[in-house]
């Protein structure tokens, strides 16, 4: 949300393309620019376009012998098979990467983050067809610099996008509970939040100085009312909805980090060691 947004949209107008961890922390996986997807692209059509020359060689060669339309089929099925086909199969195989995205060290997602299967890199492929080589690129270009994530048309298809696997991705600071309010939150039952709600919480936090006064109160109150509900007992009155809500997403945060770490002494205690 920017300065200008209404704040009648909510809190769901937070983190709409974005991975969420167990704990509510969202991690914008870090997507790649259209001139690294461009050369990415361009390095698999120069070898699409080799290999295919190569079939087409080796497919006249084999029927050569017989009738133009044998012959003729026998092109159209191996234009099929390194146009789509060969996308298809290395997506599949590779996790989301061809011969051009591990060059330029790029990876295809699924539009939630995790990992791609047949179904989309055979829509991915399918549509590459048409706004590729078809129409030459220029229906991939316009839908990447149009959309917020630079997706092609097969991407939108298929609900993926292409990610820069060799950026980093940064994790936001963990939240810091006001003074006043730390101990209230260490003595409360706290309920496990919404995914959604505990995200809109954490990036409301840190983005508040950049809205305007009446978003940005409009909205600590709506988080807050959400919130609210999780915890008890109540907090005490005279506090900035934007402090409780720094104190419920630290304690939060504070529990499941004692959490893991008494999880993982467990499983050091009864597993046994590898050598």
């Known amino acids: 949300?920017?300065?200008?947004?209404?704040?009648?949209?909510?809190?769901?107008?937070?983190?709409?393309?974005?991975?969420?961890?167990?704990?509510?922390?969202?991690?914008?996986?870090?997507?790649?620019?259209?001139?690294?997807?461009?050369?990415?692209g361009l390095i698999d059509v120069i070898a699409h376009v080799g290999l295919l020359i190569g079939v087409f060689f080796l497919t006249r060669a084999?029927?050569?012998?017989?009738s133009e339309a044998v012959s003729r089929t026998g092109m159209i099925v191996a234009l099929v098979?390194?146009?789509?086909?060969?996308?298809t199969v290395s997506e599949t195989l590779s996790r989301g990467r061809t011969l051009g995205k591990l060059i330029t060290g790029l990876r295809v997602v699924r539009d939630d983050g995790g990992p791609i299967s047949f179904r989309h890199a055979l829509a991915r492929?399918?549509?590459?067809?048409?706004?590729?080589?078809?129409?030459?690129?220029?229906?991939?270009?316009?839908?990447?610099?149009?959309t917020a994530r630079t997706k092609r048309l097969g991407d939108l298809a298929a609900g993926t996008y292409v990610i820069a696997e060799r950026s980093r991705i940064q994790l936001p600071p963990p939240p810091v509970a006001p003074p006043e309010l730390e101990g209230w939150a260490r003595r409360a039952d706290i309920a496990a939040l919404e995914p959604d709600l505990a995200v809109a919480v954490r990036q409301f936090l840190p983005r508040a100085p950049l809205l305007v006064p009446t978003a940005r109160q409009e909205l600590g109150r709506q988080l807050l009312a959400r919130v609210l509900p999780r915890v008890a007992p109540a907090p005490p009155p005279g506090h900035h909805p934007e402090a409780v809500l720094a104190a419920v997403m630290a304690e939060r945060y504070r529990r499941d980090l004692e959490r893991l770490q008494r999880e993982q002494s467990l499983r050091e205690r009864v597993l046994p060691r590898s050598m």
């Open 62 to 66: 084999l029927t050569g012998q017989a």
């Open 1 to 40: 949300m920017t300065a200008g947004s209404p704040a009648g949209q909510g809190s769901r107008s937070y983190a709409p393309e974005e991975a969420v961890t167990g704990e509510g922390v969202a991690l914008e996986l870090p997507v790649a620019n259209l001139g690294t997807r461009a050369l990415s």
């Open 81 to 87: 098979a390194v146009l789509v086909g060969v996308p």
């Open 125 to 146: 492929a399918l549509v590459g067809w048409v706004e590729i080589y078809l129409l030459t690129g220029i229906a991939a270009v316009i839908s990447a610099m149009v």
